[in-house]
């Protein structure tokens, strides 16, 4: 009895450890610094985002000049609130929240150093509004340009046991920022606003969850309101495949003598080379 006693014991204070270290680790990569009742916001240490971010995103350089931007910015971005019906969008952060964002991005834009910000923010469910919630998260970039929201979550069902408290709704686990497949997104400001697409993957990845404000070379040409449905998106012709009924059109005119052996020739290698 007192063997499993101490093996107990000993079991305890090696998870205790474990679990003190890993909330430290966590800890020490995004800090709280302002919240609300349902509002978070966090500070999120450099090589915390930098890992993380998509490669071209991750390698901004940080500047807080259009942190102000921010409110006006997330007015913008609705979501897509049914699965059946495509044109079926509402705003996603409430009309309510805003000014609490905006007083939020009036104080940090002063810091001297700027950093990249986590926004956590939740909505009670209307039948249970003690135990269920809806939670976005996203992560806030400032540039000397413009901004880059990052969203992590997006209106996720979370339902608790008992009634829920602060620190229940804000449990984060970092991870990759990866591309969104499907229609999360949708933004009314046309003018300076872009979903954001990579162009240095393999195939262009479309990320329906990162959100491009004003920076440059960023934002694709033409840009993207919200992601594509699978008949818009155009498939890109294979230069090759069109290369023999060149050469058969070639030798067509030839024939027909409309060209010389010569321009014949010059214009076979040509097509040759594009093959």
Not at 105 to 110: D, F, G, L, R
Not at 142 to 163: A, C, P, R
Not at 234 to 251: H, R, T
Request: aromatic fraction near 12%.
């Amino acid at each position: 009895m007192n063997s499993l006693t101490a093996s107990s014991k000993k079991s305890f204070v090696l998870i205790l450890i474990f679990f003190i270290f890993g909330c430290s680790s966590f800890s020490s990569k995004i800090k709280l610094i302002d919240s609300s009742a349902s509002l978070a916001f966090f500070e999120v240490e450099e090589e915390e985002w930098r890992k993380i971010f998509p490669t071209e995103i991750s390698k901004l350089n940080i500047n807080s000049k259009n942190l102000a931007e921010l409110p006006r910015v997330l007015k913008s971005i609705q979501y897509k609130r049914g699965v059946l019906a495509y044109e079926d969008w509402d705003v996603l952060i409430p009309e309510s929240y805003l000014p609490e964002i905006q007083k939020f991005a009036e104080k940090i834009v002063t810091n001297k150093e700027p950093k990249v910000y986590l926004c956590i923010f939740k909505l009670d469910d209307i039948l249970s509004p003690n135990v269920k919630i809806l939670k976005t998260s996203f992560y806030i970039l400032s540039t000397e340009d413009g901004l880059v929201l990052l969203f992590h979550e997006i209106n996720t069902n979370i339902s608790f046991q008992t009634q829920y408290s602060f620190e229940d709704w804000v449990i984060f686990h970092p991870s990759l920022i990866k591309p969104i497949y499907r229609p999360e997104l949708w933004l009314r400001d046309k003018q300076q606003m872009s979903l954001y697409k990579d162009k240095v993957a393999v195939k262009n990845a479309i990320y329906g969850n990162v959100v491009v404000y004003q920076i440059p070379e960023l934002i694709p040409n033409p840009p993207l309101y919200r992601y594509p449905k699978e008949e818009e998106i155009i498939a890109p012709v294979e230069q090759w495949k069109s290369v023999p009924e060149k050469l058969k059109a070639l030798e067509e005119m030839r024939k027909n003598k409309l060209i010389t052996d010569e321009e014949y020739n010059s214009k076979k290698t040509e097509l040759l080379k594009e093959f």
